[in-house]
């Protein structure tokens, strides 16, 4: 039976389940394996790690802001989840308000701690 055919009768049931139902003889290989060319799917970093973000963790936080006007650098450029992005802009302003980290500049001690993405390749360009 045509396989087209079949989509049309069966239009919810995935394709490979329709072509292994459909096909009885022996001969037939099983293709049940997952694509090995299937590229892995990105995650934050924070999630990857499993680390919990907290505003006495200053250490950290530095590192989502910029060492020149303290700005908290947006998702495009960190890479984090929608979710991490946002626990870390409240954990950062509540360091910020708290008074464990300024409001302008980065503490001088943590700018040499290794970078978690680069500033100047955006992981999805800006929109202008």
Known sequence: ??????????PKMPLRYIIRSASTDAD???FDMENPF?????????????????YKNIRLLSQFQSSY???????????????????LETEIKKAQ?????????KEPIFLQDPELYDVERPIRPHRF
């Open 38 to 54: 299937e590229k892995e799917k990105p995650q934050c970093i924070l999630c990857k790690h499993k680390i919990v973000v907290d």
């Open 69 to 87: 006007t303290g700005q908290i650098y947006g998702r495009h450029i960190t890479g984090l989840c929608k979710k991490q992005q946002e626990l």
């Open 28 to 30: 037939v290989p099983n």
């Open 97 to 105: 308000n708290s008074g464990m980290m300024g409001f302008y500049t």
């Open 1 to 10: 039976m045509n396989t087209l055919l079949i989509q049309r009768l069966i």
